[in-house]
T-cell receptor
Framework: SAVISQKPSRDICQRGTSLTIQCQVD?????MFWYRQQPGQSLTLIAT?????????ESGFVIDKFPISRPNLTFSTLTVSNMSPEDSSIYLC?????????????????FGPGTRLTVL | GENVEQHPSTLSVQEGDSAVIKCTYS??????FPWYKQELGKRPQLIID?????GEKKDQRIAVTLNKTAKHFSLHITETQPEDSAVYFC??????????FGQGTTLQVKP
């Protein structure tokens, strides 16, 4: 399929600061999403990253806390703003509608490796 | 709102036995049902999926069944091996592409 990378892979941050997580895909994708996975828990969708327009947020998540950018078909960022210890979690990007070399199209959702965030 | 219930939360089987994980969804518009396997410290990996126009799909030792009327779908793993030990997540999605995940099942396969 494709290579999905995230930066940073992990970070330890002080409360009140912000962290921007990058997600890069080596092929064009139709859709990109951001999820949160708290320790020992399931995955919760934060938002859909829309290319060239504002992200669509799920209930309980707001733009001021989790601003998202998606400037093109292969890249997105998620910022965790004004962090508190409750934001400690793994943040994962995912992609759907994936075009790879040779014209193959994957209408399935694949995940990046995740960013492990610890807020002190 | 949309919801996916997954059972059991933990499952322990002997190597070679079968394992079954069940999920129930609430959104009638759901038409895509993937299953993910997540090993400790790793990303979720898609292992099998099913769309609403079929009732069953099989890939070697794993199979998924879907009952749209009852809004149930299940993962079946036969001839389990120790390397099948992981957390398994079911999910559902409609045409939006957004995945709603179940709570996860920790599968332990004892040698």
């Amino acid at each position: 399929s494709a290579v999905i990378s995230q930066k940073p892979s992990r970070d330890i941050c002080q409360r009140g600061t912000s962290l921007t997580i990058q997600c890069q895909v080596d092929s064009q994708v139709t859709m990109m999403f951001w999820y949160r996975q708290q320790p020992g828990q399931s995955l919760t969708l934060i938002a859909t990253a829309n290319q060239g327009s504002e992200a669509t947020y799920e209930s309980g998540f707001v733009i001021d806390k989790f601003p998202i950018s998606r400037p093109n078909l292969t890249f997105s960022t998620l910022t965790v703003s004004n962090m508190s210890p409750e934001d400690s979690s793994i943040y994962l990007c995912s992609v759907d509608g994936l075009w790879v070399a040779g014209g193959t199209f994957y209408n399935e959702q694949f995940f990046g490796p995740g960013t492990r965030l610890t807020v002190l | 709102g949309e919801n996916v219930e997954q059972h059991p939360s933990t499952l322990s089987v002997q190597e070679g036995d079968s394992a079954v994980i069940k999920c129930t969804y609430s959104d009638s518009a759901s038409n895509y049902f993937p299953w993910y396997k997540q090993e400790l410290g790793k990303r979720p990996q898609l292992i099998i999926d099913i769309r609403s126009n079929v009732g069953e799909k099989k890939d070697q030792r794993i199979a998924v069944t879907l009952n749209k009327t009852a809004k149930h779908f299940s993962l079946h793993i036969t001839e389990t091996q120790p390397e099948d030990s992981a957390v398994y997540f079911c999910a559902s999605s409609s045409n939006t592409g957004k995945l709603i995940f179940g709570q996860g099942t920790t599968l332990q396969v004892k040698p």
